[in-house]
């Protein structure tokens, strides 16, 4: 059997250290059968760089800080979505502030993480952006998802209309999404495949015209159809 492709990663940081440091846990995940999971096809020290070197050698995720000199980490991200690069950028900054997780999911980002996260959620992460998923700091997400409640407007003014395009199991399986589940928790709960699940879902962004999973969540709190706490 052929062993899998590894997963390909584009680091962009400012400070050589931090890239060295990355570049050490990201080689250091493995398979079952000792070959390499993930391997760091570049890195760059500039947001231009990482822009070129995105374009250059499409890895599949691109880790990226916020500050990066010429052009920031949010202007890297927002290029990278806008040229439809087959790109999942993951954003991983000091700055985990609630207004630079926003900023960063509205340029188009599929995950943010802090700097301080252990090395085996930055792997976990790296695996789920690239897979198709999206991933927030479990801290951070709490506190986004209590700044979405306090937005949302009362139940019967909400536009619930939305989701009238989606069938029963599309609308249950959204409600798993919302609360974080994965394919395969969702698979287990329902009793069916995960390839199955994966069709949900991708029924359910494509009727809703929806990015990515991060967008599903929102739509299913700001519509009701998921409650704050429940």
Do not use: W
């Not at 890297?76 to 790109?87: D, F, K, M, S």
């Not at 252990?118 to 700091?137: N, Q």
Request: hydrophobic content about 50%; some cysteine.
């Amino acid at each position: 059997m052929t062993a899998p492709r590894p997963l390909r990663v584009l680091v962009a940081d400012a400070a050589p250290m931090q890239r060295s440091g990355l570049r050490m846990v990201l080689t250091a995940a493995g398979c079952d059968d000792g070959s390499a999971e993930i391997v760091v096809a570049g890195e760059a020290g500039d947001g231009a760089e990482a822009i070129d070197l995105a374009r250059r050698l499409l890895p599949d995720v691109l880790i990226t800080d916020l500050v990066l000199p010429r052009v920031d980490g949010l202007g890297v991200t927002r290029a990278v979505t806008e040229a439809g690069l087959p790109v999942r950028v993951l954003v991983m900054t000091a700055g985990d502030t609630d207004e630079n997780v926003l900023a960063a999911v509205a340029a188009g980002a599929a995950g943010f993480l802090s700097k301080d996260a252990p090395p085996g959620e930055l792997i976990a992460a790296v695996r789920a952006v690239a897979t198709g998923g999206a991933v927030i700091t479990p801290a951070v997400l709490a506190r986004i998802l209590a700044r979405v409640a306090e937005a949302l407007p009362a139940p019967e003014t909400t536009t619930a209309s939305k989701l009238d395009a989606l069938t029963e199991r599309e609308r249950e399986v959204l409600v798993h999404v919302a609360r974080g589940h994965s394919n395969a928790e969702i698979a287990a709960a329902l009793r069916v495949s995960e390839t199955t699940i994966k069709t949900h879902v991708g029924h359910v962004l494509t009727k809703l015209r929806l990015r990515d999973r991060t967008q599903a969540v929102v739509l299913a709190y700001e519509t009701g159809l998921v409650k704050p706490g429940a």
